[in-house]
């Protein structure tokens, strides 16, 4: 009985420090008031480092972003007049990214001079596209997505050629500038003119 | 018996909570929906609540770690005592659960549950569907195999298609440039955390609205909600004629769920965990990825969709669709909630199942993705071949090593990609067959650097032997009379 007798203590001293001054604020709802404003500074400056704590993987201090030249191995791997799959460590790595950080790329070595090298994934929705030397056609499992040798687009969904990478050769070794998975959205990892029309 | 009843009494003095919970159960409901079609809603409840135990159980064991996921569910499936049914359970309860959803939500769609005042209920209804299709989605991705591998780089793909942001998104989805340790981690944070919190909440919201206003009564034709005088009805159906939800109408919720769980226990047992499927190397390239079941549609849509319109599409079309399911309360509010006199809302629902329907078979069959392996493993049937001149076999030789047996089916073996080309003979002439090699067209690549003359014209004259017999194969009459043969004579030469 002495717990409820409290209680209707409490709230009858609440009721009598709540009543409103003659500007219809007591002095308890403005500091509340205030109270509250303080949260939401101290809201604010908690805010600011985790939005950048959140962003951290969009936002990269370095100016290349996450591209760097990564050896695809030496030149005698890549026949003349043939395309063959290489494999790469990427070079933004975390300890525990296991089998994922390695990447596959097609490297195709048009004429013992110059060389195209295509990314994996198909320009549609990402698929890795397979080398078919018959007939000379890169195909998608996906959607069925198809590339001519050259990566330009030759049928199906995507709108355009395979992304490419650029590359430099350096001591007999194929080095290509890579770091980011391409998307259609953001081809500029590994971008070329695989976009154009094989004709024109 | 007396020291329960005891505890019971302490505790209420204290939670003050037994009142409320008796005026919960017995809270009356109209008669007529103690009926077997209201039991989907707390037969989804009860699949959530297995998917919460069956999750926490599986987070015992599973590392959320790129190099190691794959591992530890390898270890779940075959060195853990029953860790395989606890897989099993998991992912057949999320089916179920997806399932169960859906048909909860074309129960209260087509009864018009969503009408005043229970607009709310179907906004939030709304969200939950699309939590659960993001822990179906986010589920998938833990299951780190080959095609939660390739799924992720679908999803970015679309990602990245939004303008402006879209390689901003990519990367926040990701957690960094690739696929990797960064992008299993946020994901599992997502499945574990963030969506069944916001699962949580939604829930919790949902079923205080159907406490609040009750159960939606039994739509009668000709019985028209109007904002004015429903509350005023609802009451008398409740108050009048209603019946006490416990336990007048429960038995049934109570007696369905227990079927769900057994039938998800019995789909465990018989069809067992869902994968993994190959390790998460992007550097095995022979795969063939494939999304889950509730989302194989959308995989078959990507394949139909225009180049040209596809991201628009993509980009614009789920949020028409969003915002058109949020806005339906407000559109259709009032009136009619029999279906008998809702044709547009019974076809709607119809062409949407249809749809659905049709694009998930096709995603099982992936017509239009070529077989990869048809040119070594699917020879010409014999009879393609009985008869044949060296030059058309020759042809038939350049069909396979070309790998056309990919795209195009003879006797109904090999790729759907092309046309079957049983009949090619009929339908294009030699001309046309040649130009069709050489410069492609449609969905066709151009052959024409690919194949020597003299292989074109071996291919072509296999090509021309393909027609039913006794069929004329197309030929063209100008043709005929350039170089001054009779048309006849020219079918003649044709078997």
């Known amino acids: 009985m002495a717990s409820q007798n409290e209680l209707v203590n409490i709230k009858s001293r609440a009721e009598s420090t709540s009543q409103p001054t003659e500007t219809g604020m007591s002095r308890r709802t403005m500091l509340f008031k205030l109270g509250l404003l303080f949260n939401g500074f101290a809201a604010a400056i908690l805010g600011v480092p985790i939005l950048r704590y959140l962003l ?8 290349m972003g996450y591209d760097s030249w990564v050896s695809l191995g030496g030149l005698e791997k890549f026949p003349a007049g043939e395309t063959r799959l290489a494999t790469y460590r990427n070079p933004v790595v975390t ?89 259609p959205g953001s081809p500029n990892a590994a971008n070329g003119t695989a976009g154009r029309p094989a004709c024109a | 018996m007396r020291l329960i009843e005891k505890a019971g009494t302490w505790l209420d003095q204290r939670l003050k909570l037994g009142a409320s919970i008796r005026e919960t159960v017995e809270h009356p409901v109209p008669r007529e929906t103690a009926s077997w079609f209201y039991v989907f ?26 190099g190691e996921a794959w591992n530890s569910l390898q270890v779940l499936n075959h060195e853990i005592a029953l860790g395989w049914f606890v897989r099993a359970l998991h992912g057949w309860g999320s089916n179920f659960m997806l399932a169960i959803v859906l048909i909860h939500m074309v129960q209260v769609f087509l009864f018009g549950a969503y009408k005043f005042p229970r607009e709310l209920t179907w906004i939030l209804g709304v969200f939950l569907l699309l939590i659960t299709l993001g822990m179906a989605f986010t589920g998938q991705v833990l299951r780190f195999d080959q095609d939660a591998y390739w799924g992720l780089g679908i999803g970015a793909s679309i990602s990245s298609r939004v303008p402006v942001v879209g390689p901003l998104i990519v990367k926040l989805l990701l957690g960094g440039p690739i696929i990797g340790g960064a992008t299993l ?37 000709g019985r028209i909600v109007r904002r004015a005088t429903y509350l005023q009805e609802y009451h008398e159906l409740t108050h009048k004629q209603g019946v006490p939800f416990v336990p007048y109408a429960v038995w049934k919720d109570v007696v369905f769920s227990g079927f769900i769980l057994l039938s ?29 079941y509730f ?7 990507l394949s139909f969709l225009p180049p040209s319109a596809e991201t628009p599409i993509l980009l614009i079309v789920p949020a028409v669709a969003i915002v058109g399911l949020l806005a339906l309360p407000f559109v259709a509010g009032e009136g009619e909630k029999h279906w008998t006199r809702r044709p547009v809302a019974v076809l709607a629902i119809l062409l949407i199942a249809v749809s659905l329907g049709t694009l998930t078979n096709l995603g099982e069959h992936t017509p239009w993705s070529p077989v990869m392996d048809a040119w070594s493993s699917q020879p010409i049937p014999a009879e393609y071949l009985k008869g044949r001149t060296a030059l058309e076999r020759r042809g038939a030789l350049v069909f396979q090593a070309k790998q056309c047996h990919n795209c195009h089916s003879l006797d109904g073996k090999g790729g759907k990609r092309g046309p079957a080309l049983d009949r090619v003979a009929v339908r294009l002439t030699q001309d046309q067959l040649i130009r069709q090699v050489i410069q492609g067209g449609g969905n066709m690549p151009a052959y024409g650097k690919n194949l020597t003359p003299a292989e074109t014209n071996a291919l072509v004259a296999f090509l021309e032997t393909l027609h039913p017999a006794g069929q004329i194969p197309a030929h063209d009459a100008s043709r005929d009379v350039a170089l001054g043969t009779a048309a006849e004579e020219s079918f003649s030469s044709h078997r």
Request: proline share 9%; net charge neutral.
């Open chain 2, 41 to 66: 809603g707390s037969a989804a409840l009860t699949v959530f609540a297995l998917q919460l135990v069956t999750g926490i159980l599986l987070a015992l064991i599973y590392v959320p770690s790129a």
């Open chain 1, 56 to 63: 951290s993987p969009a936002i990269r201090e370095k100016k």
């Open chain 2, 295 to 301: 989302f194989l549609w959308l995989y078959a849509l």
């Open chain 2, 185 to 221: 981690s946020r994901f599992f944070a997502l499945h574990v955390f963030v969506v069944p919190g916001l699962l949580i909440a939604f829930v919790s919201l949902h079923l205080l609205l159907v406490l609040k206003l009750g159960i939606n009564e039994w739509p009668m034709p």
């Open chain 2, 264 to 292: 998800i226990a019995a789909c465990a047992v018989h069809f067992g965990p869902f994968g993994p499927g190959g390790q998460p190397d992007p550097t095995i390239i022979q795969t063939a990825p494939r999304p889950d």
């Open chain 1, 95 to 183: 300890p525990w990214d296991g089998q994922t950080a390695d990447i596959a790329c097609w490297v195709r070595n048009v004429d013992g001079q110059s060389f195209q090298i295509f990314a994996i994934n198909c320009a549609h929705l990402g698929c890795p596209v397979r080398w078919f030397p018959k007939s000379g056609l890169f195909l998608c499992p996906c959607h069925g997505g198809a590339y001519y040798e050259d990566g330009s687009r030759a049928s199906g969904p995507p709108e355009r050629g395979l992304f490419q990478y650029s590359h430099k050769i350096q001591d007999g070794k194929l080095f290509i500038m890579t770091g980011e998975m391409p998307t």
